[in-house]
């Protein structure tokens, strides 16, 4: 696969993690914050996939999915998160147009389950 896949996570060691255990499989690229995120998609090739956490400070997993559908509205968007409140799962369906909510902690076999699926409904 060559397409390109983008993590945010406001947790360095997380994205590390997500990193090792993707790497052989997609082209990954990681962020600290929405904001280096965003600033990633603009100055770019294209992602395939957009996998943020929910609860990051200054802008929220949900926030920022949905800038990154007004930036790269082709990038399929999913959530990786710990945090599964129904108002902010609602918000980030409706203001990003998720197309997987993933919690963490999330087995290897199905974060890349999802991310595959993601990368089809891109193609």
């Known amino acids: 696969m060559s397409e390109r896949i983008l993590l945010v996570d406001d947790e360095p060691l997380i994205l590390e993690a997500l990193r090792r255990q993707l790497r052989k499989k997609v082209d990954v690229e990681v962020a600290t914050s929405g904001a280096?995120?965003?600033g990633?998609?603009?100055r770019s090739?294209?992602?395939a996939v957009v996998v943020s956490d929910m609860r990051m400070p200054q802008m929220t997993g949900s926030q920022f999915l949905a800038q990154v559908r007004k930036t790269s509205p082709d990038s399929v968007r999913m959530i990786l998160s710990g945090q599964a409140e129904l108002e902010s799962t609602i918000a980030a369906v409706n203001q990003g147009q998720i197309f997987r909510f993933l919690m963490k902690p999330c087995s290897p076999e199905a974060l890349f389950a999802?991310?595959?699926a993601g990368i089809?409904?891109?193609r």
Request: a negative charge.
């Open 45 to 47: 090739e294209p992602f």
């Open 114 to 116: 999802g991310i595959d």
């Open 36 to 38: 280096d995120g965003l």
């Open 40 to 42: 990633l998609i603009e």
């Open 120 to 122: 089809e409904q891109y």
